[in-house]
Structures are given as structure tokens and as C-alpha cells.
């Protein structure tokens, strides 16, 4: 059975972020403790539900993606094992697949976003205007159209029970700075390019999918946080795929799809799932990991 994990307890190290899923402990002045528990963000509400073994999943898919994409852009991983810096006394099974120690970043303060497919709020933003993120897109897409090109669509980077809005690179560039602006389009797009040639030879499209970047004391720029996971990303099984409807996916889209069902406003609290879409959910994931990654939960 996989461990299930709320909420991280590490006694002796300081909490210094709770995030939607992750929680993030400081280690010294330049590395960090990174917990991915099994809590499910829907909507920008944390449900109260957590999904069994889901933290592990992010945590060994995201790894996965760290290594294969090093040559493009540098990651903070820093390979340090995970088992060496929990407290004495901590239960390690709990923690060391849903962990990492990390170099300790400067966040850049926007979602760096990959479109290849027209969906989600990207598909909401076309139906109103025509546009997306300032980019003016062919006229008569439908949804989950294939774009011409994948495109960089920003967006703002919400606090907690806020929701994140889409933004253009002009209001990115007002933000952190033309060069470094570039440097996060330019490193989002050259990973989103490789992730969707690979992940489309094992048959699954990758419609779009939100990094995390950060910059060192030198100002060197790093991806951080997650990669590609199904909490990131919107992952659509190829052989599935049809333009105009809005595909099945191996990602959180499944409880999404459910929430839109209920008489809910989508702020705090979240409403409880049921059994089933709990297990659906961890179950999409499972497949997801094993497809791209080749791995195997236990």
C-alpha cells in the first residue's frame, strides 16, 4: 500500500512554506527540504481529501523529468539522499520517495506555462477574445485544437486561496526584467518541446504544463518545484484524442470534471470526494507515472 500523507510533522527543522501539496523546510542557508504530501489542489482550493501515494508520484515523476531534461535547463536537485537529513526519530518510509533536498532559490514570481492545445483557461480566453496571453491565435480554433506552435502563456502566481490569472509577456517583462524574462519563455518552451516528443512516443500528449523557475546568488536561472507531473500538466492518452471535446486525461482534469458537477463556488472549503473519484484519481496518476516514467509504485 502507498503511505499517506496530509501533512508533513518534522520536529527540529523549520517550516518556512505550506504549500497546496508541497511543504518545504529550510536545512541551512543554501539547501531546502522538500516534501510533496499527497494533498489535491482543485481550483486553487486544497480539497480535504488527500490522494493515497500521490505526493510519491509527483516526487519519482518529477525526478524522472529532472534528470532527462538537465542538459537543457539546470534543476535543484542537489542529490544530497533525503534519509540524512530527517530528524532523528522520523518514521524515513514516510518521506524518502516524496522528498528531495534542493539548493535554496530565489523563486521567480510568475507560473511559466507551455500551451500546445487549446483548453482550459486558454480555451476560455479564446472563446472571449480571440487571444491568449496577449498572443492573437487563428480564428476558428476548437477546443483541445492542436496550436499552430506551442506558445509561453504566463500567468500570475496566486497566493493561497486566490486564483492564478493569465498574463502577457509584456506584464512579465514589468515584473522580473526583459533578459529574465527570455530566459524563463525560452527555458519553458525548449522543455516543453522535448517532454512532448518523448511523452508522445509512449502515447500520451502533453496538451500543457506549468514549470517553476528560481535563480541562484549569481543570478543563474534553475527549474524547481515539479516538473511535468499530473498536477502540472494535462496529460491525454493519444489514441483518445479527438479536436472539439475536451479529452480524458491522466491528471487532476478527472476531479475537476467531478467538482463542476456540484453546486460549489470554488472558493474554501473544498468539498469531500468520494471513495471512487479517490481511487480513479490515485489510479490515473499510477498509469501516468508508469507510462512516462516507467516506474511502479509500490
Known amino acids: 500500500m502507498p503511505t499517506v500523507l496530509s501533512q508533513s510533522y518534522l520536529p527540529g527543522l523549520e517550516l518556512i512554506h505550506r504549500g497546496k501539496v508541497r511543504d518545504v523546510y529550510a536545512l541551512n542557508a543554501d539547501e531546502l527540504l522538500i516534501v510533496a504530501s499527497d494533498r489535491l489542489s482543485a481550483f486553487d482550493v486544497v480539497l480535504p481529501d488527500p490522494i493515497p501515494g500521490k505526493g510519491e508520484m509527483l516526487c519519482q515523476m518529477s525526478n524522472v523529468w529532472f534528470g532527462k531534461t538537465a542538459h537543457l535547463v539546470p534543476n535543484h536537485l542537489t542529490g544530497r539522499p533525503v534519509a540524512q537529513v530527517l530528524p532523528p526519530g522520523t518514521d524515513a518510509a514516510l518521506y524518502v520517495k516524496r522528498s528531495v533536498v534542493a539548493k535554496r532559490l530565489k ?97 500520451i500528449l502533453i496538451a500543457d504544463t506549468k514549470f517553476e523557475f528560481g535563480t541562484d546568488a549569481n543570478g543563474k536561472l534553475y527549474v524547481m518545484d515539479e516538473m511535468l507531473t499530473p498536477d502540472s500538466s494535462r496529460f491525454w492518452p493519444a489514441d483518445q484524442y479527438r479536436a472539439g471535446i475536451s479529452p480524458p486525461s491522466y491528471d487532476k482534469q478527472f476531479v475537476r470534471d467531478y467538482l463542476e458537477t456540484l453546486d460549489w463556488n470554488k472558493t474554501a472549503p473544498g468539498p469531500r470526494l468520494p471513495a471512487t473519484v479517490i481511487a480513479e484519481t490515485a489510479a490515473k496518476y499510477a498509469e501516468a507515472l508508469q507510462r512516462l516514467a516507467g516506474l511502479v509504485l509500490e
Open 107 to 203: 523563486p521567480v514570481p510568475v507560473e511559466a506555462i507551455a500551451r500546445g492545445y487549446l483548453i482550459g483557461s486558454g480555451w476560455k480566453d479564446y472563446q472571449a477574445t480571440g487571444s491568449l496571453c496577449g498572443i492573437t491565435l487563428p480564428a476558428g480554433l476548437r477546443q483541445a485544437e492542436k496550436l499552430p506552435q506551442p506558445i509561453f502563456t504566463p500567468s500570475t502566481k496566486a497566493a493561497a486561496g486566490a486564483h492564478d490569472q493569465n498574463i502577457s509577456l509584456d506584464q512579465v517583462v514589468a515584473a522580473i526584467g526583459a533578459e529574465l524574462a527570455e530566459q524563463v519563455r525560452e527555458a519553458t518552451l525548449k522543455i516543453y518541446a522535448f517532454a512532448a516528443r518523448y511523452a508522445a512516443e509512449r502515447g
